[in-house]
C-alpha cells in the first residue's frame, strides 16, 4: 500500500493535500522532499503544524528519499511523496527509477509560466521536465482533487481543461 501518492504540489503541505487527498485516501504518512526544507528546522515545523496528529511527515533531501524509498514502500500504511517543483522530482526519479508513477498537482502561477490547466501553469522547461519523465517510463498524471478524472501528460501540455 505504501506510497500510493507521488505527487508534485508547489505549496507541499497544505490543506488540500491533508484534507482533500490525506483524508479520503487514507494517508498515514507523508515524505516531503525538499533538500531546504530538509536541513530547516522551523520549516519542518510549520509543515507539521498543517497535518493531524495521526499522519506522520518525513523530511528528505532528494538523496536521503531515494536511498529510503524502501522503507517507505514497506511502510503497511498509506503513504504520499511530495516535491515542491517539477526539477526536484526529475531528480528523484533519476536517484530511484523504480518511482513509476507521478501526479502533477497545484502548479501555479508566476512569471513565465502559462496556464495549462486551472490549477497548473508551466514554463516550457518544466514541460521539458515532465516530457524527460514520460521518457523515462514514468507515467505522469494531472490531477487537483482525487474525485477528479486524472489527466494524461498529452491533454495536460495541451491544455485540455483550461477554463
Known amino acids: 500500500m505504501a506510497l500510493d501518492l507521488v505527487r508534485i504540489d ?3 503541505i497544505h490543506g488540500q493535500v491533508v484534507v482533500g487527498w490525506g483524508q479520503p485516501c487514507g494517508v ?3 515524505v516531503l522532499v525538499d533538500d531546504a526544507v ?3 528546522e522551523w ?3 510549520l509543515y507539521r503544524m498543517g497535518v493531524p496528529p495521526e499522519m506522520d511527515v518525513f523530511f528528505d533531501s532528494v538523496e536521503s528519499a531515494a536511498r529510503r524509498l524502501p522503507e517507505y514502500r514497506a511502510d503497511r500504511r498509506v503513504g504520499m511523496l511530495l516535491t515542491g ?3 526536484t522530482m526529475e531528480r ?4 530511484a527509477p523504480s518511482i513509476r ?8 502561477h508566476k512569471p513565465g509560466r502559462v496556464a495549462r490547466l486551472r490549477y497548473v501553469f508551466l514554463t516550457p522547461d518544466e514541460e521539458a521536465h515532465l516530457r524527460a519523465l514520460a521518457k523515462r517510463g514514468v507515467t505522469v498524471t494531472a490531477q487537483d482533487v482525487p ?5 494524461s501528460l498529452d491533454a495536460l501540455l495541451a491544455g485540455d481543461g483550461v477554463g
Open 10 to 12: 508547489d505549496r507541499l
Open 28 to 30: 498515514g504518512f507523508i
Open 38 to 40: 530538509a536541513t530547516s
Open 43 to 45: 520549516e519542518q515545523e
Open 85 to 87: 517543483d517539477i526539477e
Open 92 to 95: 528523484l526519479v533519476t536517484a
Open 101 to 108: 508513477t507521478v501526479t502533477v498537482g497545484g502548479i501555479h
Open 147 to 151: 474525485a477528479a478524472a486524472p489527466l
